[in-house]
DNA sequence: CAGTGAGCGAGCTTCCGCTTGACTT
């Protein structure tokens, strides 16, 4: 029996832990939140006062029965989860949901995962904090009042199983709100003039670049400009050098790593997220869901030595960064490598790669400034007062942090002026080479991709660490916005070059507008957001989480009421929901493109059930109307009358084959032909307008053919190709592939392998190679028990059934396990829980 | 699971933050 209890957030924690704290005491995991508002309604009893409704969620089920057994035989119950608002709600959460005596719980935290810090935190034990758990309690009440009560809003206005919430239709407003500054952009064009000198004096002879400090508006000025210049004199009138630095970036936090991982890795922000749990998971990163700067006295000390090491003690400089984050929580270190004296790790070139980006953003977060020298110099011009052209150089003069690490910015067109100038003195004479007027675009704004929309909520506050990665998903997954591409276009600049006296005229062009993986927000998403603009601004604001913050903060001082605090937003809140219930008109994006002209009937663009939609004809009049859905990449904004009328021309009838009608259309799942009301998919090749006769009757008898062929396998597979090792050996064809089966093991082939290439010869080969695999995973095996194993796995050994999987209890070596060990570790049922299959979304029918 | 789109309407959808082993057919 152990006398200690020790309840962590997460596992990987827990497991740490244990090794710190000895025999006395027993660690385990709440795998964070245990018990939450209630799945259906609402969850709140408004009438009682606003009294949260809780409930154990049944994936949590059993973490809560395995915990209580836990602290029932255990003398003191440690709730040692993160000491920031959530965390002190999770202890609570415990207490309660395990039904724990006040006289029988400690509250610990500890700010780094040390034995000393940890050994620290277990003598100054506190009570659990009822003001923070307040403060949750309001926190996750606000949330799913806004949530619950706006969302059926727009299922009634808009569409079904649409969402809002507080912090994802901010992060939906960001980007309309961004799309309409680049549709309302005005670009304008000014012409740039540079000029490239060449100077001779003792130093000898040298070239270098100078920009016009005036950039003219028009071609008539900038060619003005350079005919004038064609008889000046150009001299040096000043030299101005002053030493610059510059210091890096703090260490890594949640956002800052989903930036720089976008930027320098090409990562989405889900799959940074994935990877870093990889290695947090591995031992090899400290936890990646923070906002803290920090990084522990023991990470400074191994970061001066190892700067020190590999660089010279002149490299190291010790910061300690402070966090400029509105609602800032930091109850975890920054992002670091765990042991930093690792400068790289076993794993696949992803974890290498990140790893290798959080080891030099921490190194360099500890190293010396840049010093540099910037140099202006300026160059007047004969015959002109206002008009001069300026020089800039830059030099490093000592590396410092640049050794290592650059951040990177989404501008990329802040290439400055880097490089050395030649040596020259005032009051010489540099002579012109060649000067040349470029027609330049004003910029226009950028749109977000993932990791610059979690910056700016970020920025604005808005939702926290553990919330980034999913908020971005569900704006995709509701069909607000889309990540895509945008192809560039061409544009035509003009060009005068001055050389040797004469000035050359030329038009050119460039590509322009480019952009990948970035954030468009869809028809939905626009009507959504400007609906929810127009009836709950106040929720939309981008201060409103900043707002209500200060108030949690006030309620986490003992300063505000949480129930108070609730019940005056409510008050407000609610009578705007009934009255956008009642007044507000039903969200269509509806717009008239013209007249029909065979029917002489309205044609309107709107948002129908299932999507964007045309409609020819009033819905109140006796004729019913004729409806089209858009095609992808059509939206409602831009779609023309000519562009719509042609969506009516599908489906239609291609030809005919075996005495029936051949159909084209395209439907939910894209082009089709339809012959005798089968289908057949078109693929990108073809095109549904025109595809002809004869094409169309191709793509039909094409998978006729490959349809007798699956049959075929159907009926020939599962195959016995021979016997091995005593065992038949069989191919089988599955849902991955072609697969081979020996005994009771499967192996994947690989879709690209067909089936009939496999002979015996070949199979054995297969059968070998992933043996080779799996003995790195499979510690034991016992005779005769073949489903019965010991493997290894990401978290330690387990004990596989072939089912279920079972923790191998503490104090058992699992190399030396019998098959009886086994059976009794299986009998006493202490399986994780089997893995829930993700349920698949529900068609809209 | 591919001709939908108003209307009748049961019952469903939805929030934000914590945390999240392996075992395929």
Known sequence: MVKNLVIVESPAKAKTIEKFLGSEFLVRSSFGHVRDLTKKGLGVDIEGGFKPLYEISAEKAKIVSDLKRAAKEAETVWLASDEDREGEAIAWHLK????????????????????????????????????????????????????????????????????????????????????????????????????????????????????????????????????????????????????????????????????????????????????????????????????????????????????????????????????????????????????????????????????????????????????????????????????????????????????????????????????????????????????????????????????????????????????????????????????????????????????????????????????????????????????????????????????????????????????????????????QVEKTLKTSERASGERLLGIDPASKKNVYVKLGRYGPMIQIGDTESEEKPKFAGLNKGQSIDTITLNEALTLFDLPRIAGKYENENITVGIGRFGPYIKLNNTFYSLGLKDDPYTVSEQRAIEVIEEKRKKDKEMAENKSKYPLKIGEYEGKEVLIAIGKYGAYLKHGIDNIPLGRSVKADSIDLQKAIESILSQKEKNTKKVIREFPGEERIKVLNGKYGPYISNGKENFKIPKGKNPGTLTFEDCSEIINKGTSSPAKKKPVRNKKST
Request: with cysteine.
């Open 96 to 575: 309660e949901a395990l039904s724990l005596k006040e006289d029988k719980i400690r509250r610990i935290v500890f700010h780094e995962i040390t034995k000393n810090a940890i050994l620290e935190s277990v003598k100054n034990p506190r009570n659990i904090d009822v003001n923070l758990v307040n403060a949750q309690q309001a926190r996750r009440v606000l949330d799913r009042l806004v949530g619950f009560e706006i969302s059926p809003i727009l299922w009634k206005k808009i569409k079904p199983a649409l969402s809002a919430g507080r912090v994802q239709s901010v992060a939906v407003r960001l980007i309309v709100e961004r799309e309409n500054e680049i549709k309302n952009f005005m670009t304008v064009s000014f012409f740039r003039v540079v000029g490239v000198f060449e100077i001779s004096n003792t130093f000898g002879t040298n070239t270098f670049q100078a920009e016009l400090n005036i950039r003219f508006k028009t071609e008539e000025e900038a060619k003005t400009f350079l005919e004038k210049c064609i008889s000046v004199t150009y001299s040096i009138a000043s030299i101005d050098k002053k030493p610059a630095k510059k210091s890096p970036a703090p260490p890594f936090t949640t956002s800052t790593l989903q930036q720089e991982a976008g930027r320098k890795l090409g990562l989405s922000v889900e799959k940074t997220m994935q990877i870093a749990q990889q290695l947090y998971e591995s031992g090899k990163i400290t936890y990646m869901r923070t906002d803290s700067l920090n990084l522990s006295d023991m990470a400074l000390g191994v970061a001066k030595k190892e700067i020190g090491k590999l660089f010279g003690p002149e490299y190291v400089k010790i910061r300690k960064y402070r966090t400029s984050t509105k609602g800032a929580q930091e109850a975890h270190e920054a992002i670091r490598p765990t042991y930093i004296e690792n400068q790289d790790i076993d794993g696949d070139a992803t974890q290498k790669k990140l790893y290798d980006l959080i080891w030099k953003r921490t190194i360099a977060s500890q190293m010396s400034d840049a010093v540099l020298e910037k140099t202006d110099i300026v160059i007047d011009i004969s015959s002109f007062v206002k008009e001069k052209f300026i020089a800039s150089g830059e030099v490093i003069k000592f590396d410092g942090f640049l050794k290592v690490y650059i951040e990177s910015t989404d501008d990329e067109s802040l290439n400055g002026n880097s490089g050395t100038l030649p040596p020259m003195v005032v009051g010489e004479q540099p002579s012109l080479e060649e000067m040349q007027a470029t027609q330049k675009y004003s910029q226009q704004p950028y749109r977000y991709a993932e990791a610059s929309l979690v910056r700016k909520l970020e920025e604005l506050g808005i939702g926290r660490p553990s919330t980034y990665a999913p908020t971005i998903s569900t704006i995709q997954k509701r069909g607000y916005v889309v990540k895509q591409n945008k192809e560039g276009v061409s544009r035509s600049y003009k060009n005068f070059i001055l050389k040797k006296g004469k000035i050359k005229e030329e038009t050119k062009t460039e590509k322009t507008g480019y952009e990948k993986n970035k954030l468009f927000p869809t028809d939905i998403g626009t009507i959504v957001n400007d609906f929810l603009v127009q009836h709950f601004v106040n929720i939309l604001d981008y201060n409103f989480t900043a707002s209500v913050e200060k108030e949690f903060d006030e309620i986490a001082q003992g300063e505000k009421d949480w129930n108070e605090m609730i019940k005056e937003f409510y008050a407000s809140f609610h009578p």
